[in-house]
């Protein structure tokens, strides 16, 4: 009967902890359990006095008292010896190699730590592969669970009931073991580890998907810009290339015009020449006969016989011409009159008098995109300070410069003209401030050389061609530009006024700033100075504060433009 017994193992496991009983004890209905397993069960039992048993459920009151069972712990020692008899009859684990740095090490090997093939989730210890035998072999093994030999085993167990996770709590989202069901997650939504992880799996897989379809449509834009960047380059390639034969040629019209101008000063040089080096000669030769014929008529001077005297004389040649020198410039100077005419034509033909040298980065400039949200606007936010020297009579300034009221003073009536003021910083690139506004105001960028009398602005922000101004007036809006008015279509004045401008592209944009930024107007110009901010008031008790935007820190969305954006 023993025989028989120890050869069915799995009657003498605990169907608590499934492992060999420990201590065991029977209970009235004739099932037994570990005494440390049934204890613990019945501590979290009904606190009503009623306990039942965890196999066959049923109940007993009072709670039984525990007793070994000598004759069962007597047999389990029997199959322990006869587990330790078989893991004796496999082959050493001596030809197993020793755990080196970083393996896991087997549990049971003594002296030299052999590596672990397998961690036991319910042993809660690893095996070599020679100590793994009987988990394969034994029946009363069949219900561990086996797994790659780890090292972290101690984070399988729960460390309040020392029991093996294997339950997802899903209202407190993490693994938990049987007895926290009971314990402090009772009423809580659970399910198993494996079906949690199927689920998980599923996700797992759907986000995958997702990221594969990022990643695609990633690396769809990186060809993209791959591509832009090889267009750039060849396009830049074929500028270059169109540039070089471009002045190639200009360079080699040039050489031929230099070398045919050169040839024409000389070709006329010799024409000149030839024509002095004849007539030179010619007068040398007058010279020479008029240096004879005074030596003849010397001779005849002497001469004292009247009638011989006069014989001679009456015989003497008349006197040769005189050679024609009024063709000759006796103060020659070589025209370059023709040769400015020849420069003149080159300049028509090619046009090289109205080149200019352009920076590759006004040609080739990426720019980044137009900001579209209130927290993008902010990065281009910059400080703006009320200039004091250019403020109008009527005008306060307070607030560190940074706020101007339009008040009565003495002598002072209603103004029938704007009052204005401009910024000390000039505006280049990109750049976004706000305004609190209240009463009858103008919102303005202005170059600063526009009409001044010492220091006050003498011409109306949006009445020329260097100014734009944005103004409410009896409770109108409307945008002015070289004393041309555009109304804009809005209910009410907007307590906040928000300007953007970007220099380089020639864009200045005003908006609403409430709950959203609302786009009032737009203009899409060339600036050819640097921008001031200004600001003009035509009523009393009006004022401007100009905002301190590193304080304001909530995120406003873009809304929808109440005005025809286009200039």
Not at 12 to 18: A, H, K, Q, R, V
């Amino acid at each position: 009967m023993a025989e028989a017994a120890l050869t069915a193992p799995d009657s003498f496991s605990c169907p608590i902890c499934l492992d060999l009983l420990k201590d065991p004890v029977a209970i009235p209905c004739g099932h037994s359990f570990c005494l440390g397993c049934i204890k613990d069960c019945w501590d979290q039992d009904d606190p009503k006095g009623v306990y039942s048993c965890p196999q066959c459920r049923q109940t007993f009151t009072p709670r039984p008292v525990l007793n070994k069972n000598s004759l069962i712990a007597e047999m389990v020692e029997k199959l322990k010896m006869t587990r330790l008899q078989a893991a004796d009859a496999v082959p050493s684990p001596a030809a197993a190699p020793p755990a080196g740095s970083g393996g896991v090490e087997c549990d049971v090997c003594t002296g030299v730590k052999h590596t672990a093939v397998k961690s036991c989730l319910v042993c809660l210890a690893s095996y070599c592969e020679a100590h793994v035998q009987p988990h394969y072999q034994s029946p009363a093994f069949k219900k561990h669970k086996l797994v790659e030999a780890s090292m972290n085993l101690q984070e399988k167990i729960c460390s309040l009931h020392n029991k093996l996770l294997e339950i997802f709590c899903r209202t407190d989202q993490q693994v938990i073991c049987y007895l926290c069901v009971m314990d402090e997650h009772c009423g809580h939504k659970t399910v198993s580890a494996a079906a949690e992880r199927a689920e998980k799996q599923n996700k797992l897989g759907q986000n995958r998907e997702t990221c594969k379809q990022t990643i695609e449509e990633k690396e769809e834009k990186v060809q993209e810009l791959k591509e832009v960047m090889e267009n750039l380059r060849r396009s830049a390639q074929a500028a270059v290339e169109d540039s070089e034969k471009i002045f190639t040629d200009l360079i080699q019209s040039m050489e031929r015009r230099r070398s045919e101008v050169k040839e024409l000063i000389r070709a006329q040089e010799k024409a000149e020449l030839s024509q002095v080096e004849e007539l030179l000669k010619n007068l040398e030769q007058e010279i020479a006969d008029l240096r004879r014929r005074d030596s003849e008529l010397e001779q005849l001077s002497h001469t004292e016989d009247p009638i011989q005297f006069l014989q001679d004389f009456q015989a003497l040649p008349a006197l040769p011409e005189e050679t024609d020198l009024s063709s000759i410039n006796m103060d020659p100077e070589f025209s370059v009159e023709f040769l400015k005419k020849m420069v003149l034509e080159m300049e028509q033909l090619n046009g090289f008098r109205e080149l200019e040298v352009v920076q590759m980065s006004d040609v080739y400039t990426v720019q980044p995109a137009d900001p579209k949200t209130r927290e993008e606007f902010l990065r281009y936010s910059c400080e703006l300070t009320l200039n004091h020297y250019m403020v109008a009579r009527g005008l306060r300034l307070s607030e560190q410069n940074k706020k101007v009221d339009l008040i009565l003073q003495q002598r002072l009536a209603i103004p029938q003209n704007w009052c204005q003021v401009l910024c000390s910083e000039p505006l280049s690139g990109r750049c976004y401030w706000e305004a609190e506004i209240s009463g009858n105001v103008s919102t303005a960028v202005s170059y600063k050389d526009i009409n001044m009398e010492g220091r006050v602005i003498t011409k109306e922000f949006g009445t020329n061609a260097q100014s734009w101004s944005l103004e409410w007036v009896k409770s109108s809006l409307c945008f002015r530009y070289d004393n041309s008015e555009t109304e804009l279509s809005v209910h009410s004045c907007p307590s906040r006024i928000g300007v953007y401008v970007d220099h380089s592209a020639g864009l200045l944009s005003f908006y609403s700033v409430s709950d959203t930024m609302t786009l009032l107007h737009r203009v899409n110009t060339t600036f050819t100075q640097p921008l001031y901010a200004g600001f003009g008031m035509k009523s009393v008790s009006s004022s401007v504060q100009i905002c301190d935007l590193e304080e304001f820190l909530p995120v406003y969305e873009f809304g929808d433009s109440s005005d025809d954006p286009d200039d």
